[in-house]
């Protein structure tokens, strides 16, 4: 009785072990993702500065992955700051900014708060894009894939095939 309680254990702790390692791969590739678009999107030349602003808000799990991009990489020869928001509310200045899954709810807010302000939203939830994100990170077949709204109102150009 107690070994089979130790396997029960064990193959638990494999479990949850897994489930961590499968999401942490799953941030790092959201976080490339996230830098591949700032080379095929261009800001509108008002949104210009010496920075590239990437800002995250909800779960800051993905902040890690990519402050090693940017601590590596830089978007458009500007240097990538990452930045985290508390509430929809206090958005700062910045490019891109990505809502994490608990955090897609409140996308009515967000879309209202950043009006006019040219940052592309990037979500992690189905049908986000339905709701007003610009890029939506979905699951094909338990690969990270995204989708992307496009509509005539959008102030960015989008090059080449991000597909």
């Not at 779960?59 to 890690?64: E, F, H, K, V």
């Not at 900014?97 to 009006?115: H, M």
């Not at 995204?146 to 989008?158: A, D, I, M, P």
Request: aromatic residues 10%.
């Amino acid at each position: 009785m107690k070994l089979t309680c130790i396997k029960f254990a064990l193959l638990i702790l494999v479990a949850l072990l897994f489930g961590s390692i499968v999401h942490a791969q799953d941030e790092k590739f959201e976080a490339l993702f996230i830098y591949n678009f700032t080379k095929y999107i261009e800001w509108p030349s008002e949104s210009q500065s010496s920075e590239f602003v990437i800002t995250v808000l909800g779960s800051g799990d993905i902040i890690p992955e990519l402050a090693s991009i940017s601590s590596r990489m830089s978007a458009n020869s500007k240097h990538i700051i990452i930045k985290k928001a508390n509430s929809p509310f206090a958005i700062p200045p910045s490019q891109i900014l990505f809502v994490s899954k608990e955090k897609t709810g409140e996308i009515p807010q967000i879309l209202e708060n950043i009006k006019n302000r040219n940052i592309l939203l990037i979500a992690e939830k189905p049908n986000a894009c339905a709701i007003g994100a610009g890029v939506n990170f979905i699951s094909k077949g338990g690969n990270l894939s995204f989708e992307l709204f496009t509509c005539k109102e959008t102030t960015f150009t989008v090059y080449g095939l991000i597909y």
